[in-house]
């Protein structure tokens, strides 16, 4: 079976989902056409994350995340045009969709070009970021209009799958997950330890840095706690207290050391599909604070390996007794995983995806794998 990915932006969270797909379903050949966000990581760096050997790249050059009519009719063009070729090619069995801009152009280009087995998945619901009434009606519009050119909607967690059917909108719901070791990564506290709080991604509106930064004031004269965003960002400048730290942009390996050596896993987001910063954290054995949002809300369980804020003054208020109570966080920290082994493996969650493109799928898989 040969499934086409269509995916902007082609970085961060997104990227992993695909990565995380394409090695659930090994036997399986995965094309993947994406933009590019250079600011954010270079094309080039993220396909060296994939190291299955049933991955194809092709490059969507004139995608593009802004709302422009020109430069997105450029953009519908050159993906149909790239789509009619894998099509000719019986090399389109399932087209996935990913984030609200693929989203949009993938569908109609299907539609025009009469592919049926298309599933798009936002991976936050566009219209949660609008910011005024208006731009919040204009987002549900598009993708109410986005619906009726075909596809199903896949959501990744269950409040994500709720806000889709609350504004009219059939959609299913498969949970993104991560790989779950086995082992617990041992931490290393230097000789001037410091309480840390940490969060991970890019440093963008929908993650809220400014409330990041709000929470970090409080504590800015309190030397025993630090605070580390693991990541850039177009809204960096947003973090400017002296107790923040921005590591800028790096490898898996280097963040998940971070966030193993950190006490509690803070996100401040708006909104969420599901987070693979905050899941990672679960696996890693991390009591998560998270704001009270769609994404968010399904991962914790109040009190037991963390808790959901509303305000600045809650967040701060439970750092504060995290770091009266530490002997909790160790506890919590293996519900963290609990949790993680039983509703978040990737190995038992991105199954559903192979049967599900294999239910919508009546032909045979396709054995070619030359494409250019």
């Known amino acids: 079976m040969t499934i086409v990915h269509v995916v902007e932006p ?13 090695e659930a379903m090994p036997d399986d050949l995965h094309i993947i056409i994406h933009g590019e966000r250079k600011q954010v990581a270079p094309a080039s760096d993220v ?3 994939f ?4 991955v194809r790249f092709l490059k969507w050059h004139s995608a593009q995340r802004s709302i422009n009519p020109l430069k997105d009719f450029f953009a519908l063009s050159e993906l149909y045009k790239i789509l009619r070729r894998l099509n000719n090619k019986n090399l389109v069995n399932v087209v996935h969709l990913h984030s609200a801009k693929s989203g949009f152009l993938g569908r109609l280009a299907c539609r025009m070009l009469g592919i049926k087995n298309v599933f798009y998945t936002p991976h936050g619901a566009p219209f949660l970021s609008g910011r005024t009434m208006f731009s919040k009606y204009f987002y549900r519009q598009v993708e109410k209009l986005g619906n009726i050119l075909g596809g199903k909607v896949v959501c990744c967690s269950p409040s994500e799958l709720n806000a889709y059917l609350n504004i009219g909108i059939d959609a299913m719901q498969i949970s993104n997950g991560v790989v779950v070791e086995d082992k617990r990564h041992a931490i290393s506290r230097p000789r001037n330890y410091k309480f840390r709080i940490i969060t991970t991604g890019r440093i963008t509106e929908q993650k809220n840095p400014s409330l990041f930064n709000d929470i970090a004031h409080y504590f800015r004269e309190f030397d025993q706690f630090e605070f580390i965003w693991a990541g850039d960002g177009a809204d960096k400048c ?30 401040t987001a708006l909104y969420e599909g599901l987070s693979f910063g905050v899941l ?3 696996t890693l054995h991390k009591p998560v604070l998270l704001s009270h949002c769609v994404g968010n809300m399904d991962v914790v369980k109040n009190g037991i390996n963390g808790d959901l804020f509303r305000t600045e003054a809650e967040a701060i208020v439970k750092i504060l007794q ?3 109570n530490s002997e909790m966080l160790s506890v919590m920290g293996n519900f963290s995983k609990s949790i993680c082994e039983t509703e978040f493996d990737v190995k038992s969650n991105f199954n559903n995806y192979r049967e599900l493109y294999t239910n919508s799928v009546d032909i045979a898989p396709s054995k070619k794998w030359a494409f250019a």
């Open 51 to 54: 190291g299955s050997n049933n």
């Open 47 to 49: 396909k060296r994350t």
């Open 238 to 267: 947003l973090l400017t207290e002296k107790n923040i730290m921005v590591t800028g942009w790096l490898n898996q390996r280097e963040i998940k050391k971070l966030v193993s050596e950190a006490d509690i896993y803070l996100s």
């Open 322 to 324: 995290y770091y009266n």
């Open 280 to 282: 990672e954290a679960l």
């Open 10 to 22: 082609f970085a961060s969270g997104i990227a992993v989902f695909v990565r995380y797909l394409s």
